[in-house]
């Protein structure tokens, strides 16, 4: 059975940081791109972040370079996304997924997390 578990959103003003995190079981995580996506009210779910199979490649949502990073831990199974200088309009439920055969993941990503909600106020 695979499950992503997210975990460390919460309310945090503007210009604070928040590091979320994913756990991931059930599946050979070292074969799996992996990305951080956010769904606003309203708004299509997006790609935030996304890290290939290794950690060497990455690439962000042009909203978040400069302020958001990601990373993985192959040993743990985990995926990171620290996230720095954070604005209202980082505001969404954030979710992560696992893809065996995309990089960046898409939304047609076959594993998700159930979401952690990050609330950033003004």
């Known amino acids: 059975q695979v499950q992503l578990v997210e975990s460390g959103g919460g309310l945090v003003q503007a210009g604070g940081s928040l590091r979320l995190s994913c756990a991931v079981s059930?599946?050979?995580?070292?074969?799996?791109?992996m990305g951080w996506f956010r769904q606003a009210p309203g708004k299509e779910r997006e790609l935030v972040a996304g890290?290939?199979?290794?950690?060497?490649?990455?690439n962000y949502a042009d909203s978040v370079k400069g302020r958001f990073t990601i990373s993985r831990d192959n040993a743990k199974n985990t995926v990171a996304l620290q996230m720095n200088s954070l604005k209202p309009e980082d505001t969404a439920v954030y979710y992560c997924?696992?893809?065996?055969?995309?990089?960046?993941?898409?939304?047609?990503?076959?594993?998700w997390g159930q979401g952690t909600q990050v609330t950033v106020s003004a």
């Open positions: 997924a696992a893809d065996l055969q995309h990089y960046p993941p898409g939304r047609g990503s076959p594993y």
């Open positions: 059930g599946l050979t995580f070292v074969n799996y791109a």
């Open positions: 890290i290939g199979w290794l950690g060497r490649s990455t």
